[in-house]
């Protein structure tokens, strides 16, 4: 089976702009979760998704939104982007996404300038 | 109440020798202890996970033993090897949160 898969890998934006982040997760995964991983505070948790519903939501400014479609696939949202917000961005794939081991894809490493 | 506390931040360990990793929590709720391991430039792979109903899960030369009254839990790595150098990260989740709370992260490193 395929990993996790994560588009783009690499990303420079500028202050202000928005990005979108895209993964595809291993097939038959219904449960997309996202997670910021910075040097300073190590690995957030961003939302998780299920059957295109978002089941739970981090401590993240509403700047940081999510959505999954019918496929399961899922994309991340960061508008107005700030120089904090250079982190690497990690997805995750899992069955049904509760008490279950979650498979990690190589994350797309953000860069705000 | 929602944190997990890993420990040390850094390790250097001989090859050949025993790495020793330490997590603590606070919240009882946590019912799913996984340990991931990450290289510069990849994301977290999964290494070993335990649930609360046994001390000990050992696979290879990677252990985690599990101390549910003291709520601790800790990974060793067995005959560590200079290709065992990485991140190493535990977590912790329960049941209706659909998320993992992560440690802070340890770096080991294996001298050959």
């Known amino acids: 089976k395929a990993g996790v898969t994560q588009t783009p890998r690499y990303l420079i934006k500028t202050r202000g702009q928005q990005v979108t982040l895209s993964c595809s997760p291993i097939s038959g995964h219904r449960s997309v979760s996202w997670y910021q991983q910075t040097p300073g505070q190590g690995l957030q948790f961003l939302f998780e998704?299920?059957?295109?519903?978002?089941?739970n939501k981090g401590n993240f400014p509403g700047r940081f939104s999510g959505r999954q479609f019918s496929n399961s696939r899922s994309e991340m949202n960061v508008s107005t982007l700030e120089l904090g917000d250079s982190a690497l961005y990690l997805c995750?794939?899992?069955?049904?996404?509760?008490?279950?081991?979650?498979?990690f894809g190589p994350g797309t490493r953000l860069l705000v300038l | 109440q929602q944190q997990v506390k890993q420990s040390p931040q850094s390790l250097i360990v001989q090859k050949g020798g025993i790495s020793i990793i330490n997590c603590a929590y606070e919240n009882t709720a946590f019912d799913y202890f996984p340990w991931y391991q990450q290289f510069p430039g990849k994301g977290p792979a999964l290494l070993i996970a335990?649930?609360?109903?046994?001390s000990e899960k050992k696979e290879g030369r990677f252990t985690i033993s599990f101390n549910k009254s003291a709520k601790q839990f800790s990974l060793h790595i067995m005959d560590s090897q200079p290709g065992d150098s990485a991140t190493y990260f535990c977590a912790a989740s329960y049941s209706g949160t659909y998320k993992y709370i992560f440690g802070t992260g340890t770096r080991l490193k294996v001298l050959a």
């Open positions: 995750a794939s899992s069955l049904m996404g509760e008490g279950e081991t979650q498979y």
């Open positions: 335990i649930r609360p109903d046994v």
């Open positions: 998704y299920f059957s295109e519903t978002q089941r």
